[in-house]
């Protein structure tokens, strides 16, 4: 999912006593570096180009700069993070695929997501959404899961790639609702979402934006947001776990990390500023307009989060036999 341009439980305790009085006396001393593990333009850079720009506006000092360093699904660029130096001057801009799947996914992952980073600060959620063809005999969940399993290994469903996270959401929600189907995966979320209302493909569970304006057109039918509650940009669109998948969520996130042993003093600046910003009603409805939720939250809250979506996703993974494109 791409959000429009307008619009773990690692090394939480103190650092030594010299890297505190450093800190606390003189950060930062020099540029501070946001790295994306991925190309401009995407979600993941944009989010960390708005909060670049407007820390830049609070923490006084050489500014802030993005660094995109695409390759190897976000894992290079992780790596070479994960061996910083632990000053403050070198975050990343984490994501559900680099930080909970990639351990799963591949063979040689070169940083472990909790051993090796300092959560910061946990900035949005995406909730998928389940969306279907709409001329399948289905106006509801229960009717979609009963048509499905009436239909074993005939529906196909899509994605924006092999072990993208539209793969793994659906692959875990066929598991859940106990139905059969094929993924067929597509080269980007466009063209895997225009194959469903070609009538090619029949279902997907993926970010709002990619779907919500179709389904007003009537190009797609809309069945359920798979989050913990509804959401403000769809009001009237009940969570799957509401309409007989209770429990059910599976949401993308984006969140600042930093090498593990990051003072503690910085990591509780950049956190409570984030959060500020977070709690801003512009920049919330600014994220709600392309399907994201501002969420804030403590380093040990997004340090549990990590370390929850590792397992889960660790498990569905090695369920559905899911691996990364070569």
Request: proline share 8%.
């Amino acid at each position: 999912m791409r959000l429009d341009r307008r619009s773990v439980l690692a090394g939480l305790g103190l650092a030594g006593s010299a890297g505190l009085g450093r800190a606390q006396q003189g950060w930062p001393s020099q540029l501070i570096r946001i790295v994306v593990p991925f190309t401009p333009g995407g979600s993941t850079d944009v989010l960390a180009r708005v909060i670049a720009s407007r820390l830049e506006q609070i923490i006084p000092g050489k500014g802030f700069v993005i660094e995109n360093r695409p390759g190897a699904g976000g894992m290079t660029a992780a790596g070479q993070v994960a061996k910083s130096e632990p000053d403050g001057h070198t975050l990343m801009m984490g994501h559900i695929g680099t930080l909970a799947f990639a351990p799963s996914l591949y063979a040689n992952v070169p940083y472990d997501p909790v051993r090796d980073f300092q959560p910061v600060a946990l900035v949005a959620m995406l909730p998928n959404i389940l969306a279907i063809n709409p001329t399948l005999p289905a106006k509801t969940l229960a009717e979609f899961i009963a048509y499905a399993r009436a239909n074993p290994g005939k529906l196909n469903y899509s994605s924006g790639g092999q072990g993208s996270a539209a793969h793994i959401a659906t692959a875990y929600f066929c598991h859940r609702a106990g139905i059969e189907a094929t993924h067929v995966p597509y080269r980007g979320t466009a063209p895997s979402v225009n194959d469903i209302v070609a009538g090619n493909i029949q279902f997907t569970l993926t970010g709002g934006p990619a779907v919500l304006p179709l389904a007003e057109g009537g190009q797609l039918r809309v069945l359920g947001v798979a989050g913990r509650e509804r959401v403000g940009f769809a009001p009237d669109l009940p969570t799957l776990s509401e309409r007989g998948l209770p429990d059910f969520e599976a949401v993308q996130w984006y969140g600042l990390v930093a090498p593990a042993r990051t003072p503690r003093p910085v990591v509780e600046r950049l956190n409570r500023e984030i959060n500020a910003l977070l709690g801003q009603p512009d920049f919330a409805a600014a994220l709600a307009k392309d399907g994201a939720i501002a969420r804030p939250e403590t380093p040990e809250g997004f340090g549990r989060l990590i370390g929850s979506e590792l397992a889960l996703w660790r498990d569905v993974i090695v369920r559905a036999g899911i691996k990364a494109a070569e």
